[in-house]
């Protein structure tokens, strides 16, 4: 079954730990996303890939790395430098060459202790 | 600068009536609008679309209206049905080198009541 999988649901680290959320999907889609998402607003576009090697910041990208050296894989790394990084992650993609809406997978809640 | 709003953080409905949920935008370069569904813990889940070249889409249930002049959509939910509890977000699309970009209103929160 096709689809986007997000791990681990949960996560938890100290304060000044860099931690990296995965996402791998087997759609076979070209482009990737990830959202941040805080209590009572909406989702917010961190970083997007449209293809391997390749990535572009949204529009909050500080204080986070990505990288795309497989299709399937789009992971994200929080750094130390973001100042507040408790949120709900969400990562998507979409086969943008049939037009199709974005795909999202089903979160990474990270807390930091 | 939030450029999609949707100003009402919660409905309530009764089951069986319809539900309107509205979105209100103000960048006139958007050319795709989308309403996802989410429920807690999960990620959204899409729930219909409407071109700009468009005022209306119809799938069973919901419909969803475009007004260009106002800058406003909404999406109708007509009978209103338990499960549709969910925060909806209204979401509007715009390319930017070839690549889809999304922008998100805060969400609504709909709760369908028996």
């Known amino acids: 079954d096709g689809g986007i999988t997000q791990s681990p649901k949960y996560l938890f680290r100290k304060e000044g730990q860099n931690v990296t959320l995965s996402c791998e999907q087997n759609l076979n889609h070209d482009a990737m996303y990830w959202y941040r998402q805080d209590p009572g607003q909406g989702l917010r576009l961190i970083y997007y890939s449209q293809i391997v090697n390749d990535f572009q910041k949204g529009d909050i990208a500080e204080g986070y790395s990505v990288s795309r050296e497989k299709k399937e894989s789009f992971p994200l790394t929080v750094t130390s430098a973001q100042k507040n990084p408790t949120a709900f992650y969400l990562c998507?993609?979409?086969?943008?060459?049939?037009?199709?809406?974005?795909?999202f997978g089903d979160g990474t809640r990270l807390s930091i202790l | 600068d939030q450029q999609v709003k949707q100003n009402s953080p919660s409905l309530s409905v009764q089951e069986g009536r319809i539900s309107i949920l509205n979105c209100d935008y103000t960048n006139s370069m958007f050319d795709y609008f989308l309403w996802y569904k989410k429920y807690p813990a999960e990620g959204p889940t899409f729930l219909i679309s409407i071109s700009s070249i468009k005022d209306k889409n119809e799938d069973g249930r919901f419909t969803v209206f475009l007004n260009k002049s106002a800058k406003h959509l909404s999406l109708h939910i007509v009978p209103s049905q338990p499960g549709d509890s969910a925060v909806y977000f209204c979401a509007a699309s715009v390319l930017i080198q070839g690549a889809q970009k999304l922008v998100f209103g805060q969400g609504t929160r709909l709760t369908i009541n028996p």
């Open positions: 998507a993609s979409r086969d943008y060459s049939s037009n199709q809406p974005q795909h």
